[in-house]
């Protein structure tokens, strides 16, 4: 029952959300764009139509482009959770986001975030 309200959440409302944690911590806008375009395949184009859309946070994850293959590679813990052991497929996409973006907010360097 709670994944249902997580997936239904406008992914622009989550986005400021993201973008804000961000840039809190001495991070930019730019910044949490390319991260959630290496993550999703968005470009620039792709990420402002999906927000000016407002679509869900399910759409969004579902009708990406092309989630990057690196994305798996991404562990540790997110809300106590350690995301590599995440069971449903969508979750741990929504989780492998929020993680990035922590280890953003974090001072990671942008390379280091993409598993390069």
């Not at 390319?34 to 869900?56: F, H, P, R």
């Amino acid at each position: 029952m709670k994944n249902e309200k997580v997936y239904s959440m406008s992914f622009a409302k989550v986005y400021s959300l993201l973008v804000n944690k961000a840039v809190r911590k001495g991070r930019t806008n730019d910044e949490v764009d390319q991260v959630i375009q290496w993550l999703t395949g968005y470009d620039s184009d792709g990420l402002k139509a999906v927000l000016d859309a407002e679509v869900s946070y399910e759409v969004f994850f579902r009708e990406a482009p092309k989630m990057n293959p690196y994305r798996k590679k991404i562990t540790g813990t997110i809300c106590g959770v350690r995301v590599e052991n995440i069971e449903e497929p969508l979750m741990q996409e929504i989780r492998y986001l929020d993680k990035l973006i922590d280890e953003l907010a974090k001072g990671k360097s942008l390379e280091k975030i993409f598993r390069k």
